[in-house]
Every structure is written in structure tokens, then in C-alpha cells.
């Protein structure tokens, strides 16, 4: 008669016991990293540059010039400037120094003093459209590449740098899209009454 085989050796299950417990040990601690990172001023920029992304296009836009009316907007999107090109903003006239104001809750993208719009600031704002502040007397201090602003804070001060040098002080305002420049005009004047409705109450 044939003797029955051994038994089978138990199999030592601590090894991968261990090594599945240091796994999740390691991930939750990366997990509370993570979390916490996430929550530091530092990456405030990265945070909104999420929220923007998830964000429609606006439809409505703040008066980026402080106490100016509506109505003293200069309806000037599209108009011919000079031979080859057409102004691809609105001008928004007030007295030199007036602050800037954002438009959107946005990123700083561009800080400069070059070319046609002289002094200027650059915003990305919701689905990432581009904000145009030109023509500035100054920027706000301490303003910088990176910042996170949020709706109505100040990015400078109106002026005539630029082309616009010894015309009136203005802000010109524009925004791009994924298609380019669009009139940003009617967008503000639907902002002005939202703040006029806020304003009266219900």
C-alpha cells in the first residue's frame, strides 16, 4: 500500500501582510501630504489655476475703473485704428491715478511696459480667457506674476502710457477668448445691473 504524500508546508502569509500594511501606511501618509500641500499659500496659483479651468466664460464682468458709470464706457470695440488693424477693447475714461480694478478672479499671467499698450497687465481668468488692462500711469505695489486676484482687487492706476501717450487717460480693456478679442462691452453692462440690482434689495 502506498503511504499517503505529505502535507503541503503552511505558507507564511506575514511577508505579504507586511508589505501591504507599509503600502497603505505610505499612501495614507502621501494622501495627508498631499492635502495639506494643497491648502498652502503656496499653491494658491496652482488651486485657482484649477478652479479657472473648470469655470464657464463669464457673463457678466466688474467695472475694472472704480466709480465709473456704465454709461461713460466708450462703445469703441472694432473700430479702425489706423490702416491695418481695429481696436479690440473698450476705453474706459476717468482721471489719472483712478484705480484698476480686476474684472474676474484670475492669475496674473503678465506684468509689462512695452509696445502699444505701454504700462499693462495681463489676467487669465475663467476658461482661461485672457484680460487686458493697458495703457496704466502705474501698477498696483508689490503686484506680481503668479499673484492671485480676485474681482475688484487692484492691479494700477489709469493713465495715457503706450500709443495712447497725450490723450485723455484711459483704461483699455480687453478680453481674448479661444477665437481672440470679443466685445467685452455688453458683459459689462449686464455686471453694472446685477450690481444695481444688488444694490436696491430685494
Known sequence: MQAPPPPSPRR?????????????????????AATWAWRQPFMAAVRMGFELSRMAPPDA?????????????????GAPRG????????????????????????????IRDTGLGGRQV??????????YYAHLDDWAPELGEGDVVLT?????????????RGTPPHLHYGVYGSGGAYDPLPLLREGARRAAAREAGP
Open 122 to 131: 495681463w489676467v487669465i481668468g475663467p476658461a482661461r480667457q485672457r484680460h
Open 152 to 164: 475688484g482687487d487692484v492691479l494700477g492706476y489709469v493713465g495715457d502710457t503706450g500709443n495712447a
Open 83 to 110: 490702416l491695418d488693424r481695429a481696436h479690440e477693447g473698450v476705453d474706459i475714461f476717468a482721471a489719472r491715478g483712478t484705480e484698476v480694478l480686476s474684472a474676474t478672479p484670475g492669475i496674473v499671467a503678465s
Open 61 to 77: 464682468l466688474a467695472m475694472p475703473v472704480r466709480g465709473v458709470d456704465i454709461a461713460r464706457v466708450a462703445d469703441t470695440y
Open 12 to 32: 507564511d502569509y506575514r511577508a505579504a501582510a507586511i508589505r501591504l500594511v507599509a503600502w497603505a501606511v505610505f499612501l495614507l501618509l502621501a494622501w495627508f
